[in-house]
């Protein structure tokens, strides 16, 4: 069959859909990865054929996060939830969320008229993609949306009909009409749920990080991958002390870490570099300069893909964004979490500390001295390891790929029109 995935154009939404795509192409399907022309590097660089969509001016204030670090200064967590909240500040996120889920819009002619000519038979997107799951329909492809992290759009959505319900308005009072319906009414279609939440959802959450929603789910294990590289010899060899990697991620809110802590990227080298271990720190250029000589025991590199170094690691300290965490526990690492909330963040860090497998200092008590205790806890207390162990184990019991690949021909099968 043929398979299309639509990506919404950041590093850290590509990464988790290689995997499964080529899983798709090694079972013999025919897979192309539709993103903004100024992405398509994203997706060459992992051997998967990438198709070009739209005018390079559409989306590029969005395009600019994946190079310009001024950029993800503007990130906040006015989308990151909190389920416990009675607040009625849920109805701020999902105006906000409605606001975001408009951006991909300008894309969707471009979207509909390359289903129409290629004709796929499934199309797997993001859930920043909505206009994917209207030019499937158009095309009568099944379609699936792909989870990169917790369901916050489908959770959002279903208060927002519960609050609807209680208030006894029909479909011309919800606030999601006046995004969907000029997506919808071009190609005579009318709304249904499926436009915001797929015919049925891929998520590669564990099971004790999803939110509590009725839709239709097919679980998948998250195998990471975190980017092509050449990759120094040093990766490969076994350090001589326990290896410790510190990464603030490339495309979220972690580099704003220090700024916020109001501790500098020289203080947390100075704590750790006193304890005996290697730390690799994965920072931008202005973090290396602002250290300038290094201490022996310690490396400052731009980026290494943690898929591949990790297996060399004691203890990884993280900000909670997604693909480190998974990578983290793919290798049985014990994590080190100070949370920059934006999207599932904190989740991932009370996650974490509640299956034993790290700790979590949040960023309004990050100091170079906690940082220094908790990280010698974790190399030295066994249970971590014994945690990072259990969440491992707990990850691959989920289908992994090429389990899915025959469930997605299912699906397929039913739903495509």
């Excluded at 992992?46 to 600019?64: F, Q, Y």
């Excluded at 993800?72 to 701020?92: F, G, K, M, V, Y």
């Excluded at 004709?119 to 030019?135: G, K, M, S, T």
């Excluded at 259990?390 to 099968?413: N, R």
Aim: charged fraction near 20%; glycine fraction near 8%; proline fraction near 7%.
């Amino acid at each position: 069959m043929r398979v299309l995935f639509a990506v919404f154009p950041a590093v850290a939404h590509v990464h988790p859909i290689v995997p499964l795509a080529w899983a798709l192409q090694n079972a013999g399907h025919d897979v192309r990865v539709a993103i903004h022309p100024d992405a398509v590097g994203l997706v060459t660089d992992a051997g998967l054929a990438a198709v070009p969509l739209g005018a390079r001016h559409k989306l590029a204030g969005i395009i600019e996060f994946n190079s310009n670090l001024d950029r993800l200064d503007s990130l906040d967590d006015t989308l990151s939830l909190d389920t416990e909240d009675d607040s009625a500040r849920w109805e701020t996120q999902w105006e906000m969320m409605r606001n975001v889920l408009s951006v991909y819009t300008p894309v969707l002619p471009d979207l509909v008229d390359f289903v129409r000519d290629w004709q796929p038979d499934l199309v797997i997107w993001d859930p920043f993609c909505v206009p994917a799951a209207v030019a499937a329909r158009v095309g009568g492809a099944a379609q699936a949306r792909f989870l990169w992290g917790r369901d916050n759009i489908g959770w959002l959505r279903a208060k927002s009909l519960e609050q609807l319900a209680a208030r006894g308005v029909g479909p011309a009072a919800d606030p999601l009409a006046s995004l969907m319906d000029g997506m919808l009414a071009p190609y005579g279609l009318k709304y249904e749920e499926e436009y915001l939440t797929g015919q049925w959802t891929i998520d590669p959450m564990p099971q004790g990080m999803r939110l509590p929603l009725d839709l239709p789910c097919t679980s998948l294990r998250r195998v990471p991958y975190n980017g092509a590289a050449a990759l120094p010899a040093w990766v490969h060899q076994r350090p001589e002390r326990p290896r410790v990697v510190l990464t603030l991620g490339i495309g979220g809110r972690g580099r704003q870490l220090f700024r916020q802590s109001g501790v500098s990227f020289p203080e947390v080298v100075e704590a750790v570099a006193g304890l005996d271990v290697e730390l690799i720190a994965t920072v931008g250029a202005a973090e290396r300069e602002a250290v300038g000589k290094a201490p022996d025991n310690v490396r400052l590199v731009d980026y290494v893909p943690l898929n591949h170094l990790l297996p060399t690691c004691s203890a990884i300290i993280h900000h909670g964004g997604g693909g480190t965490f998974a990578a983290s526990v793919a290798h049985q690492v014990p994590q080190l979490v100070t949370p920059m909330p934006f999207w599932g963040e904190a989740a991932t860090a009370q996650y974490v500390a509640d299956n034993g497998a790290g700790l979590v200092i949040d960023s309004a008590r990050f100091t170079a001295d906690e940082l220094r205790t908790s990280l010698t806890r974790l190399l030295e207390e066994r249970s971590f390891r014994d945690g990072a162990a259990a969440l491992h184990q707990e990850m691959q019991e989920a289908p992994s790929p090429s389990d899915l690949v025959p469930v997605l021909e299912e699906l397929t099968g039913r739903h495509r029109r």
